[in-house]
Each structure stands twice: as structure tokens, then as C-alpha cells.
């Protein structure tokens, strides 16, 4: 049995099986067996103990149990009195941890599957085309956390029908699992209607779905080339610029940021938050010590036409969170040689902006998603204060 093995102990024998996460969790080292008779104070109990209990009941009871065990982790703490708010930054990382201890929590309730993605449970649906979409086909047992199973079937639904892009005149953009779905449309408009500094090429250096990639080839580039490192996210942009009818004008590459060469226009949407990823899934947000951010402007200037120009898509959520300052952007694009020739900036218009109840609101509600037009430095120091 090749990987990691979940074992438990039922009906007097002692099994054990392949162990599935996506979120890299380790197997759980206690499993009892759990069904349809199972409390949810019980279970909540043996789960923050760091028991995991492996369905053998119904479905949809198993679906009950979950969001029972979820509104238990989501009650509000009591205050304590004479308790000093926490920082900005002490609270992000308050919220990081609060977070990464619910996700334990809930992915103590674990699913078996036997070979070819089938759930064996009593009215489990047919979830076996959002599995292969997310695992790959897969011929043997295993055993997974039902949160991740939810997960998975949301994101193939998202992938299904996909999410509407306007800057594309109505087309749709079909984001695959573990890729970063374009659902913030703010920093998409912002590409959208910036004007293009004459040229009929671009490089858009990690590209996610392709979203970045299309909207540039829609707005009338004859050659666009999208990088990426992520084999899934080079499949989904792949499958994104040719379902738009726009193969023939965007080339997906798999590179570490830059392709080979220049180019008059060169994009960029890093992870936004400076801070290490909980789970290879947070890659897409978390950019540990800002390594893509660092690695776009130190290569910048070598891939930069002389005339041309670097948009750089970034929120400022990580300066109100403390946790990066406006001078060091500043001083980063100066030491990379680059200077800034203008910027365009978008109010987000999530929900979570507008809900003071999120631990963050205070910086959500004061974040500006800016476009950063660079170009090779002339000496002087950078304007964009």
C-alpha cells in the first residue's frame, strides 16, 4: 500500500487503508468507528482530542453531524474583561490559527471510498466525477475527511458552470480544484482597463485559470504567454483559453515565473498576504516571505522591453494587516531598478468587506486592490505614495 495508511480497529479486526488530503493533513493516529447513533457533543469532544471517527451510517446524517460539530467551533467565545484588543497583525495570526484548528476539528469525520470513487455510505451521492477531477482516477480504497469531500464537490460544481467574467463580454472562466477562482472581479476589470502601452505580445507570469491571460488576448494581443508552475493550474488555463476560442493567441508554459525573453507588457497577480501557506491549497494566497512577489520585480528589468511595462496586481491587505508597509512596495520596485508610472486602483465588494463580525473587518474594509504600471527606472525615486 504505497503512501500514507489510516488504520482503525472494527469488528475485532484490525483494518487498515490509503489515506487521501489534498490539504497535505496527516492521517489521524486514532480512529474509532461512528454512525447513525453518534451525539454531536460526542463527536465534537473526541475530535478536538484528536480521535477521528470513521462514518458507517447514512450519508446525509454524516452531512448533519459535520455542520453540528461546525456551529459548536463557530460559537462566539465569552469576552473576558479588562482584555486589550489585539494588533492588526496579532489578530490575523489569531484568525491563521483559529482557522487551521476548526479545519483540524472538522476533518476528524472521515469517509471511506472504496475502488473508482465510490462513497459506500446509505444515500451518499455519485461523487465520483468531481473526485477523478480532483485525485485523478484511482482503482483502490481509501479513506478521506468528509469536509474535504464537500470541498471537492463544490469546486466541481464551480467547475461545471463556471464563473462569469465580464471583462470577457460574458464568457466564462471553468476553474479547476486547487486553482484560484477569479470570483474577486476587481483585480480582473483593473487589467481590463488599464491602458496597453502598444504591443500585440504579452507575458501573464502565473496565470492561474488563464483569466489574466484571456482578458489581454480579448482586448486585442495577437500572442499572449501564460506561465505557470502548478500542473493543474496549467491544465485549467489550457482548458480556459480554448473553450474562449482564444488557443491560437494565448501559449500555456510551464515556468517559474518568467518565459524566455521579452516582452513590451509583462502582468502579474501574486499571493497577496505575505505569510507561509496552512496547506498546499493556500499557495494561491499565501506567498511565504513574498518569494513571488520579490521574484517578479528582481526579474523584471531583465524581461522588460526598454519602452515597455509591468503591471503588478496587489492588494494592499497586507499593509493593513501589518504585516508588509507601504515604503517597503517602494523600496522593493527602486531595487529592482523599476520606477512607477502610474496606478489604478478598485474597492473590493466581497461580503466579507462589509461584515463587522469578521476578526479582519478593519482591514477588509479599508483594502484597495492596486495596479502598479512599472517601468525601467530612471534614477529618481518612485512616486505611487
Known amino acids: 500500500m504505497d503512501g500514507p495508511v489510516v488504520g482503525w480497529r472494527e469488528d475485532g479486526r484490525e483494518i487498515r487503508a490509503r489515506w487521501r488530503s489534498e490539504s497535505g493533513a496527516p492521517p489521524p493516529r486514532r480512529v474509532v468507528v461512528a454512525g447513525d447513533e453518534t451525539r454531536a457533543d460526542d463527536a465534537y469532544r473526541m475530535a478536538c482530542e484528536g ?8 450519508y446525509q446524517n454524516a452531512r448533519q453531524l459535520l455542520s453540528a460539530m461546525a456551529r459548536r467551533i463557530d460559537r462566539p467565545p465569552r469576552r473576558r474583561r479588562h482584555k486589550a484588543e489585539p494588533s492588526q497583525v496579532q489578530a490575523f495570526h489569531l484568525y491563521r490559527q483559529a482557522r487551521a484548528q476548526r479545519a483540524r476539528t472538522l476533518g476528524m469525520l472521515l469517509v471511506p471510498f472504496e475502488a473508482g470513487h465510490v462513497m459506500p455510505l446509505r444515500r451518499a451521492p455519485d461523487v465520483q466525477d468531481a473526485c477523478r477531477a480532483a485525485y485523478g482516477p484511482d482503482d483502490q480504497p481509501y479513506v478521506t475527511s468528509l469536509r474535504e469531500i464537500l470541498g471537492l464537490v463544490g469546486a466541481y460544481e464551480w467547475r461545471e458552470k ?18 484560484f477562482s477569479p470570483v474577486r472581479g476587481e483585480y480582473v476589470d483593473l487589467v481590463a482597463e488599464a491602458p496597453l502601452p502598444g504591443t500585440d505580445s504579452a507575458f501573464d507570469i502565473g496565470t492561474g485559470t488563464g483569466v489574466l491571460a484571456a482578458v489581454l488576448a480579448r482586448r486585442g494581443l495577437e500572442h499572449v ?9 496549467l491544465a ?12 491560437e493567441r494565448v501559449e500555456v508554459v510551464q515556468k517559474d515565473l518568467f518565459p524566455e525573453g521579452q516582452a513590451r507588457l509583462i502582468v502579474c497577480n501574486p499571493p497577496w498576504v505575505p505569510a507561509k501557506p496552512g496547506s498546499p491549497l493556500d499557495h494561491a494566497v499565501y506567498d511565504p516571505d513574498s518569494r513571488m512577489l520579490k521574484g517578479f520585480l528582481a526579474g523584471l528589468p531583465g524581461h522588460l522591453e526598454p519602452d515597455g511595462e509591468g503591471w503588478l496586481i496587489l492588494s494592499d491587505l497586507a ?14 520596485f527602486t531595487a529592482a531598478g523599476l520606477e512607477v508610472a502610474g496606478r489604478l486602483d478598485a474597492k473590493p465588494v466581497h461580503p466579507r468587506a462589509a461584515d463587522p463580525d469578521d ?3 478593519a482591514a477588509r474594509a479599508a483594502e484597495v486592490t492596486s495596479l502598479w504600471r512599472l517601468r525601467h527606472g530612471s534614477g529618481g525615486r518612485s512616486p505611487g505614495r
Open 359 to 361: 476578526p479582519l473587518h
Open 225 to 233: 504567454t501564460a506561465t505557470d508552475q502548478d500542473p493543474r493550474a
Open 51 to 58: 480521535t477521528a471517527l470513521l462514518w458507517r451510517g447514512d
Open 236 to 247: 485549467c488555463a489550457q482548458e480556459n483559453v480554448s473553450r474562449l476560442g482564444l488557443a
Open 162 to 179: 463556471g464563473v462569469p467574467i465580464p471583462a470577457l463580454g460574458g464568457g466564462r472562466i471553468h476553474p479547476h480544484y486547487g486553482v
Open 319 to 332: 499593509e493593513h494587516l501589518g504585516l508588509r508597509s507601504r515604503e517597503e512596495l517602494l523600496q522593493a
